[in-house]
């Protein structure tokens, strides 16, 4: 599958159906060739990838993440065949383990050792593929992966892996681990504004939920940040590398960084100076490659 150079991401909880049609429009004109979408709060996984899909026609639409504890394997690959055939191909299951408060607090579900629970997770994906017809020739799923570990394990069974608030650096680290198999995709947060305070307040505002979570913070460790980074809402140099900010020019330097580290695709996440929800079309209008 050609994921394509450049893609999107953004949070869609607060957008309603207007909102959603534009984002999947807009952002097929400006010529992403993929947008990703989390399951969060809000909207179920494939019934919002359909109305995405439904609302655009050559857009590649990828679940970025769709939670593995939200529904059992079977009906992961019903709804991945289902979204592929009535879209000729455009969908991308991408799957993952979430965090603990989402699965054991929200969901009621013990959050199981990530890796071991992933693979039996693909392992009873595969059984259902075969008792219900045959799995594709190319099964179109990714999985979050940041440690070494669940990106081996993304190359071995998926067609990559989807690390994300990460730093150029993690391409490197993700292709270490999972040799020459698999793409990897690779998110990053934008912010188009050359004023340091209003793009440092941005990110700590987009960045505020995450820093709490083991999963993401291990990671920056991992790639070079420490405890001291977490203190009194993260610092100026982990807000500066989880968001990007300053001119387009700037941004679009930055952002070939990944490249030069191995990344297959960039899923760009433009998050607005004001700091309010929603993407920031100038930011995309600008970056459009």
């Known amino acids: 599958m050609n994921l394509g150079k450049y893609g999107v991401f953004t949070f869609t909880d607060m957008l309603g159906a207007p909102e959603l049609s534009e984002l999947a429009k807009r952002v097929e004109d400006l010529g992403y060739s993929t947008l990703w979408y989390p399951e969060a709060f809000n909207y179920e996984a ?3 990838g359909n109305y995405l899909l439904s609302e655009s026609s050559s857009l590649v639409v990828a679940s970025g993440i769709a939670n593995m504890y939200a529904r ?3 009906a992961s690959v019903m709804g991945c065949n289902t979204l592929n055939a009535l879209s000729g191909g455009r969908f991308i299951l991408g799957l993952g383990v979430s965090h603990a408060p ?6 009621g579900h013990e959050y199981k050792k990530p890796v071991a629970t992933m693979r039996k ?8 593929w075969e008792a219900l017809g045959g799995a594709p020739a190319e099964k179109q799923v990714m999985l979050a992966a940041l440690g070494p570990n669940m990106s081996a394990l993304a190359a071995e069974r998926t067609l990559g892996a989807f690390p994300y608030n990460i730093t150029p650096e993690q391409a490197q680290l993700s292709r270490k681990a999972m040799g ?3 793409a990897i995709v690779c998110e990053q947060k934008v912010c188009l504004s050359t004023n340091a ?11 505020g939920p995450y820093l709490p979570l083991p999963n993401y913070y291990k990671n920056w460790f991992r ?11 993260g610092s100026d140099r982990l807000m500066d590398a989880m968001v990007i900010w300053g001119s387009s020019e700037e941004i679009d330097e930055k952002l070939n960084g990944y490249f030069d580290n191995g990344a297959d695709q960039v899923v760009i996440q433009p998050i607005r100076p004001d700091g309010q929800p929603g993407p920031d079309w100038a930011a995309l209008e600008a970056l459009a490659k």
């Open 46 to 48: 494939f019934g919002l």
């Open 72 to 74: 059992d394997p079977a």
């Open 102 to 107: 989402l699965v054991s607090d929200m969901r």
């Open 121 to 128: 997770y693909l392992d009873d994906m595969d059984q259902a």
């Open 180 to 182: 020459d198999r698999g």
């Open 197 to 207: 305070e209003e793009a440092r307040a941005a990110a700590r505002a987009a960045l």
């Open 223 to 233: 790639l070079g940040f420490d405890e001291t980074d977490l203190e009194n809402g």
